[in-house]
């Protein structure tokens, strides 16, 4: 089966630019992930789908960052304006069935975002 | 939701077996022991998930004792193209946004 799908692989762009990020899922995927990977850390989880529905979006920054998934199946991630600080790997990974902790994830190989 | 703790890095020799420990004093009922494995400019991959006892696949093996607390995971023979990061999750059952990734074991496997 072909994996999570996400484009581009790299952008750079100046503070205050926006940016957004596209995300394929795994067919038949109900459950969606978005995460951010700052260098040297691990994954930090940023917002969870469930079919085109918000599970938990908690640590999005929505000042800046906002997430839609149409139709429940491909997503995008939008920053704007972009931060320094937000220069990062930005990972899409999804998982079968309902949201549940024994479902493994599969990851796309994310983008990674320079901010200048 | 349980912490974990595990080593920051790990060096070992191709053909060794490695086992990488994780601890997580405060694991729940309900929580499952998850390990992943990232490479550079790579997402994080699946490795292995296990509850109680040993759970082995082609890939790794996971030992969990009786009382949960901790958890090793193995790596039997190991190869250069084992080098990478791995990650111990613990993750409730009800749901798995409240999945956390410490900043993993950095195994660095030399010929």
């Known amino acids: 089966e072909a994996g999570v799908a996400q484009s581009p692989r790299y952008k750079i762009i100046e503070k205050r630019q926006s940016v957004a990020f596209w995300c394929n899922p795994i067919s038949g995927h109900a459950t969606l992930y978005w995460y951010q990977q700052i260098l040297g850390q691990g994954p930090k989880l940023l917002i969870q789908f469930q079919n085109n529905g918000v599970v938990d979006d908690s640590q999005l920054p929505k000042d800046r960052f906002s997430a839609e998934r149409l139709k429940g199946v491909d997503s995008t991630l939008k920053i704007q304006p972009a931060k320094l600080e937000d220069s990062a790997v930005y990972l899409c990974?999804?998982?079968?069935?309902?949201?549940?902790?024994?479902?493994?994830?599969?990851f796309g190989d994310g983008t990674r975002l320079s901010i200048l | 939701l349980a912490k974990t703790t595990q080593p920051i890095s790990m060096d070992s020799y191709e053909g060794q077996e490695v086992n990488i420990t994780c601890s997580h004093n405060?694991?729940?009922?309900?929580?499952?022991i998850t390990w992943y494995q990232q490479f550079p400019s790579q997402g994080p991959r699946f490795i292995i998930q296990g509850y109680k006892t040993k759970v082995t696949n082609e890939v790794a093996s996971l030992f969990i004792p009786a009382d949960r607390k901790s958890s090793t995971l193995s790596l039997p023979r190991v190869s250069l193209s084992d080098t990478a990061v791995y990650y111990c999750l613990v993750v409730p059952y009800s749901s798995a946004s409240k999945i956390i990734f410490g900043s993993g074991t950095r195994l660095s496997i030399r010929p």
């Open positions: 405060n694991i729940a009922t309900n929580d499952y």
């Open positions: 990974a999804s998982s079968p069935g309902r949201d549940r902790g024994n479902q493994p994830q599969h």
